[in-house]
């Protein structure tokens, strides 16, 4: 056991001595800082463009209103520097006889030519409640991930005309616009009584409990394990080609080694995780939001994040005692990264439905489950008794196995040179 604690605190330090680490450890607030900057920059930074549209409007009434509209809008947007919005130019097409697609090939050449921005084509019976033709509003562009302009239009058209079909239907839209008023949902939680019978008011939920922390701790989590176990096979890898390992074990057994390494890994990604930790409770004090992270909830994070990193850790300690060059090791962590990147995709999944039999499944699956079933604990109700013993359970038990198969690995092919093994091979090391 000396030895073990020997090797992972040598790790340890060599690691944290690091000067890249410690550049890491400080450019990963800055660069989630800079992020947060650059957006709100970029907020400011809206869209001033004038936006110039042809109008076929085939109702005849239409284009009044909407032309209206697009002034009022343009003298809200403001003008200069002190413009916060985009302008629209809506410009009136008559056919005057001529072919409707004749009209269109020519506006469309238009805004090839950057003339026109779109052509907004309002069918004949859109106002007509008795019409049988439901025919859409055509919008034509060469743009068409810019949502600015149509989601303006609908709105404004969609308006008029029920305006007018109030209006065809002897409906007063005043009295329509009262009794259709929308009334503002607000989310809050529980009721409850206290030790004094007192009753204690329902506190409101808001996306820092149901989104924020959540996905904050399981994206924590992710960036302490990618952080330190890459490391640990680029180190593994090192000391196999240039033979410092053959020294190594010489005076030490190969799964003492590797069992040092790992937990000397696993205080780095401690360390790393207690520091952004304290950073985001912080934030969270300062936020006047410290109450949603519970201590239970980082005991439970602790707990994972242990689990996480002796999985994962084996992995890629096993993946670089197998490999005999860089380029063995990038074939073989492909599988192991498709497991960290898995939950991740999953993860916003079960933020939004974590009682759904597939969030409940996914954070059943030992790989998954530190990241997955955190977020479920990180939401109210949380999950339900057993299957958090469930969960922990097979994940310690997961963390078991592959501590032990790649201490098999480990032992063998770490004086393995030449080549790299392959799946089967490291299937029969561990039979073995």
Not at 110 to 130: G, H, Q, R, S, W
């Amino acid at each position: 056991m000396n030895r073990i604690l020997v090797v992972a605190t040598s790790e340890f330090l060599s690691l944290v001595r690091a000067k890249f680490f410690l550049i890491g450890l400080l450019m990963m607030p800055v660069l989630v800082g800079s992020s947060i900057a650059f957006q709100v920059f970029a907020a400011k930074q809206v869209d001033r463009e004038e936006h110039a549209f042809a109008v076929i409007d085939r109702t005849g009434v239409l284009y009044a209103p909407l032309a209206r509209a697009a002034e009022e809008h343009n003298q809200q947007a403001g003008s200069g520097a002190a413009q916060a919005g985009p302008h629209f130019l809506p410009r009136q097409i008559e056919l005057g006889g001529r072919s409707a697609d004749d009209v269109k090939i020519e506006l469309s050449n238009e805004i090839k030519a950057k003339k026109l921005f779109a052509v907004v084509e309002i069918p004949e019976t859109v106002i007509d409640i008795n019409a049988t033709d439901s025919a859409p509003i055509a919008y034509y562009t060469e743009t068409a991930s810019y949502q600015a302009l149509p989601d303006w239009l609908e709105s404004v058209l969609n308006k008029e005309i029920s305006a007018r079909r109030f209006t065809q239907a002897a409906v007063d839209p005043k009295l329509v616009a009262k009794l259709t008023k929308t009334t503002r949902l607000s989310t809050l939680g529980l009721m409850e009584r206290g030790a004094g019978g007192e009753v204690i008011k329902a506190k409101r939920v808001d996306g820092i409990e149901t989104f924020a922390v959540p996905f904050g701790l399981m994206y924590l989590l992710f960036l302490a394990i990618m952080s330190s176990a890459p490391q640990l096979l680029n180190a593994v890898l090192e000391e196999k080609m240039s033979r410092i390992s053959e020294v190594l074990v010489s005076s030490i057994t190969p799964v003492q080694l590797m069992m040092g390494k790992l937990l000397g890994m696993t205080a780095v990604s401690t360390l790393l995780a207690v520091f952004y930790l304290l950073g985001g409770s912080y934030a969270l004090l300062f936020a006047g939001r410290l109450d949603v992270l519970q201590p239970q909830l980082i005991a439970w994070f602790l707990l994972f994040l242990i689990c996480a990193v002796l999985i994962y850790g084996s992995m890629f300690v096993a993946i670089g005692a197998a490999a005999s060059d860089i380029k063995d090791a990038q074939g073989m962590m492909q599988p192991a990264m498709i497991l960290v990147i898995l939950p991740i995709m999953l993860a916003t999944v079960v933020i939004q439905h974590p009682d759904s039999g597939l969030a409940v499944g996914a954070s059943m699956f030992p790989t998954a489950t530190p990241f997955l079933m955190l977020i479920r604990l990180a939401l109210k109700p949380g999950p339900p008794l057993w299957q958090l013993v469930l969960a922990v359970a097979t994940t310690l038990g997961t963390a078991a196995f592959f501590v032990w198969a790649a201490g098999r690995i480990f032992r063998v092919g770490l004086l393995m040179q030449g080549k790299g093994a392959t799946l089967p091979e490291m299937l029969r090391w561990i039979r073995a």
